[in-house]
């Protein structure tokens, strides 16, 4: 590798390039999903207090997070995801879309949402640039939904879901967090539910973060999930397109939909890591998982050059640790919530 190509591209100690940036638009959500958000405290026995919501005037503007896009762009950064909090209830999302699918060298626009107001803005999202698009949902049940989300939201999302279909986001990803004595029982039925729809349904395994009611009997690993799941389908492997993919693929006779699991937990995908976060307060974060962030608000609500932002970003990327600690140490550590960091 030469001296230049290293000096334009985000490149940390251990070889990693990083192309491939999640950027949080909002810390707000209309769901309250206790795994993402957790009422801080009350399982310490403290009061609940909630998220701490940033104030508006501490959340990147679009001008921000476009001039953010250009420099990552220049770095290198090939592909974006949008996300949050939920980046549906951010006003005006599909004009944001449409400034940053027009950034050069950004090939692919992506969204992880929960779907609860997709049905009105599948189309224009799609029209305004957006590639990719990742629904999440954990229960295919209307009471379950509402007991795990907080919200009575259900037919909303899968409102939500038909409509994307119906735009062409194809195929569509579902994301399924698998949570044991919860949810777990639905593997079968979420299979079944692809059985005649492009969707790839995502079996993600439950991650811990403080206070967010993690423990290991709710954890259900790939290897739990596959004995399930054997037991009626027969799952079969696909070679994995991409260096960086974080997922187990499978294919199944006479299904139009597909299958896959993402093992954060006891398959870790950290040595092919490409991803770099930016929260909605403008800090970059390189590890889902590590505490340290470089917080870019006021450099960049300052006079400084691109240069001194690029200069800070690299330093972020440099800070990235190899690996991530086994789910037992990461209850114990500091850090955000998914809802803040931007899951
Ligand atoms: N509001 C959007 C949504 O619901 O998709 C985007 C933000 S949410 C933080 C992004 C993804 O993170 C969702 O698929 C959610 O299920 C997942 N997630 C949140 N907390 C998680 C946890 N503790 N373990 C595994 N996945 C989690």
């Known amino acids: 590798m030469n ?35 957790p009422a ?10 909630g998220i701490q919501l940033k104030e508006r005037s501490e959340v990147l503007t679009f001008d921000e997070i476009e001039r953010l896009t250009r420099i990552f762009a220049l770095l290198g950064v090939k592909k974006i995801r949008l996300t949050g909090g939920e980046p549906l209830v951010r006003k005006d999302l599909p004009k944001l879309i ?6 050069h060298g950004i090939q692919i626009i992506g969204m992880t949402t929960n779907g609860v107001l997709l049905k009105s803005f599948a189309r224009q999202l799609k029209q305004a640039g957006l ?7 954990d229960s295919l049940r209307t009471s379950r939904f509402e007991m795990i989300s907080g919200r009575q939201h259900f037919n909303d999302v899968m409102g939500g879901i038909q409509a994307s279909l119906d735009a062409s986001f194809q195929p569509l990803k579902l994301n399924m967090v698998v949570m044991g004595g919860i949810n777990d029982d639905e593997l079968l039925d979420f299979i079944e539910f692809v059985r005649d729809k492009q969707i790839n ?19 259900v690993s790939f290897q739990q999930m596959m004995e399930t799941i054997n037991k009626k389908f027969e799952l079969q ?4 397109q991409s260096e960086n993919s974080v997922t187990k693929d499978f294919w199944i006779e006479g299904f139009v939909g597909t299958v896959s699991f993402i093992t954060s937990m006891s398959y ?42 690029e200069e800070m970003i690299r330093s972020a990327v440099l800070q990235k640790q190899f690996e991530h600690p086994i789910p037992k140490e990461l209850v114990k550590i500091e850090n955000r919530s998914m809802i803040q960091i931007g899951g």
């Open 3 to 37: 001296i230049e190509y290293r000096m334009t591209q985000l490149i940390d100690t251990y070889n990693r390039k990083h192309d491939y940036l999640r950027i949080s638009i909002t810390d707000r959500c209309n769901l309250r999903c206790s795994y993402c958000q």
């Open 40 to 49: 801080d405290g009350v399982l310490a026995g403290m009061p609940p207090q």
């Open 98 to 103: 449409h400034r940053l699918s027009v950034i």
């Open 131 to 137: 590639t990719n698009l990742n629904v999440s949902l």
């Open 201 to 219: 349904v995502r079996f993600i395994e439950y991650m811990p973060f403080k206070f967010n009611q993690w423990n290991q009997a709710k954890f």
């Open 237 to 240: 492997p696909v070679e994995s």
């Open 268 to 309: 870790h995908f950290c040595g092919t890591c490409n991803r770099i976060r930016l929260t909605a307060d403008g800090s970059i974060k390189s590890c889902l998982f590590h505490q340290a962030e470089i917080n870019l608000r006021s450099t960049l609500r300052s006079s400084k050059s691109d240069e001194a932002i």
